[in-house]
């Protein structure tokens, strides 16, 4: 069971918004960064967003992440048929013996 | 261009020990903190450890379910990172990748089967 709750699915046509919903708690979402990673099918996993919403050099501005409190999100505008891929959130917990914490990871579909 | 290559892996019995490598390229290995993160087959990612920099201290972090068993360190002359696995259990087979920093780049990762 993973400590960041995503939901297990999503999906969207071309064209369309979608966001994908990250739930914490104070000792990780609520008090550090979040962080988005992008593993597309058979690949390592890439990262998307990084400190709530910066994007790395390459990754499009279609994608952009948010938090408020001890939840986070990430949006995907103009959706792609490439956007397909599983998403994971990701955040620090300042737990004792407890460091980089997942969400379990949301697989979205572009229909 | 950060490059990060992992290699070691394969089929291991219960119980048994084998050591991942990882050859970093494209920054300062040195001054880099480095994690390794794996991945069950059809499952999502799980944090495993990490060290620090020399310069920081170069203390290692585990998780729970591999504290005491794993061992994490680190090359910085021949820029490579390593994870000593001991005691391996069934559950430990995974896909295991090496990560920088804030896991900003990750390499292609190495499938560890245990399994008697």
């Known amino acids: 069971q993973s400590v960041l709750t995503q939901p297990p699915s999503a999906s969207g046509t071309p064209g369309q918004r979608v966001t994908i919903s990250c739930s914490g708690s104070s000792s990780n979402i609520g008090s550090n960064y979040v962080y988005w990673f992008q593993q597309l099918p058979g690949t390592a996993p890439k990262l998307l967003i990084y400190r709530n919403n910066q994007r790395p050099s390459g990754v499009p501005d279609r994608f952009s992440g948010s938090k408020s409190g001890t939840s986070a999100s990430l949006a995907i505008s103009g959706l792609r048929s490439e956007d397909e891929a599983d998403y994971y959130c990701?955040?620090?917990?300042?737990?004792?013996?407890?460091?980089?914490?997942f969400g379990g990871g949301t697989k979205l579909t572009v229909l | 261009e950060v490059q990060l290559v992992e290699s070691g892996g394969g089929l291991v019995k219960p119980g048994g020990s084998l050591t991942l490598s990882c050859a970093a390229s494209?920054?300062?290995?040195?001054?880099?903190?480095m994690s390794w993160v794996r991945q069950a087959p059809g499952k999502g990612l799980e944090w495993v450890g990490r060290i620090e920099s020399k310069t920081d201290g170069g203390t290692t972090e585990y998780a729970a379910p591999v504290k005491g068993r794993f061992a994490i360190s680190r090359d910085d002359s021949q820029n490579t990172l390593y994870l000593q696995m001991n005691s391996l259990k069934t559950e430990d087979t995974a896909v295991y990748y090496c990560?920088?920093?804030?896991?900003?780049?990750w390499g292609q990762g190495t499938l560890v089967t245990v399994s008697s």
């Open positions: 990701a955040a620090w917990d300042d737990s004792p013996s407890v460091y980089w914490v």
């Open positions: 494209g920054f300062t290995f040195s001054n880099a903190w």
């Open positions: 990560t920088t920093g804030i896991l900003d780049y």
